[in-house]
């Protein structure tokens, strides 16, 4: 008899499916070669006590994933919104969030961004003051301390599968234990986390909110290739973009150093973060697509 279940954690070829009668299944994928992620629906035979083949995978919403020139990695299938993590310390890079943006509108995921860690001033307001240009743009940022409430995320969770996504040691994990306390997932001070040079969550993990509420979380990354994006998808992924394009004076405008660029007038005049613009710039360069 099949099962239809979803991937609620995977340990490189084992897989924990939860089915949706609500047993938890620890099972293994059919044949060799199958790449499966937290999110992913799969239909599953039970193969003994609380373990089960996976058959087939579901068609996915959405895929999240990142990819440089010679490899891919898989983050979490079918979510529908991206919660990028920075807190006020140790610093974030606004790089890396607007990578995170890109991959979330390529895909029409919502995005919304968490600065967590308030409590810890100090650096609060160069923090606050680098992620001025994200809510200009509409984003939602969110300010807040895992240590004391986080009701302002769960509100924009409801509804959602969200996936946490951002540097180690931002409080991905302690935010989970926030949210869903029977979480458990296991945190670390930064400093020894930073010693060791690994990140504290190893894989990405599934947890239910409400009936109709879901959180991913996810380890903590360095880097956010877009290899994959075509130079067209790039451009979609930056929506002060959007109103611009086709007011080049070319129609196969680079936005690099033609004359009459529509884009480089607005990064001129102030109206586009030049440091967005010099993300939009290495992404392209990334694609050569
Ligand atoms: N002061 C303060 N510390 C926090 C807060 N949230 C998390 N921390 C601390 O930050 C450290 C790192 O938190 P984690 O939740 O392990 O970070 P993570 O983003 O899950 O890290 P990775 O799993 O390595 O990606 C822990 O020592 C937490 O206690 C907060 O709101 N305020
Ligand atoms: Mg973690
Ligand atoms: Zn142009």
Redesign the pocket.
């Known amino acids: 008899m099949k099962h239809i279940g979803t991937i609620v954690a995977a340990h490189g070829r084992q897989y924990l499916v939860e089915l949706s009668e609500g047993q938890t299944l620890r099972c293994f994928p059919r044949g060799k070669k199958s790449e499966l992620v937290c999110g992913d629906r799969v239909s599953v035979e039970l193969s003994g006590d609380n373990q089960g083949v996976i058959d087939s995978i579901g068609e996915r919403k959405t895929l999240l994933y990142r990819s440089n020139e010679f490899r891919q990695k898989l983050i979490a299938a079918n979510v529908t919104q991206i919660v990028i993590v920075v807190a006020t310390e140790p610093s974030f890079s606004d790089e890396l969030i607007t990578r995170c943006l890109v991959a979330a509108e390529c895909q029409d995921m919502k995005a919304v961004i968490v600065l967590n860690k308030c409590d810890l001033n100090e650096r609060l307001d160069f923090a606050v003051a680098s992620l001025a240009a994200f809510e200009k743009l509409g984003y939602p940022v969110l300010r807040l301390s895992a240590h004391s409430s986080v009701e302002v995320l769960r509100q924009h969770l409801s509804g959602h599968t969200s996936v946490l996504v951002g540097q180690?040691g931002m409080g991905?994990?302690?935010l989970?234990n926030a949210l869903i306390p029977e979480a458990k997932?296991?945190?670390r001070e930064v400093s020894e986390a930073l010693d060791s040079g690994k990140?504290?969550?190893t894989h990405a993990t599934l947890y239910r909110l409400d009936d109709h509420s879901t959180l991913i979380?996810s380890?903590?990354l360095q880097e956010f290739g877009l290899h994959h994006l075509s130079s067209k998808a790039v451009e979609y992924g930056f929506p002060e973009l959007r109103p611009l394009l086709g007011q080049c004076r070319f129609r196969d405008c680079h936005h690099d150093r033609e004359p009459g660029c529509a884009v480089l007038a607005a990064v001129k005049s102030g109206q586009i973060s030049p440091r967005r613009y010099a993300v939009f710039c290495s992404l392209r360069s990334e694609t050569g697509r």
Do not use: C, E
């Open positions: 180690s991905k994990s302690t989970t997932a296991p945190t990140h504290t969550t979380d380890p903590g």
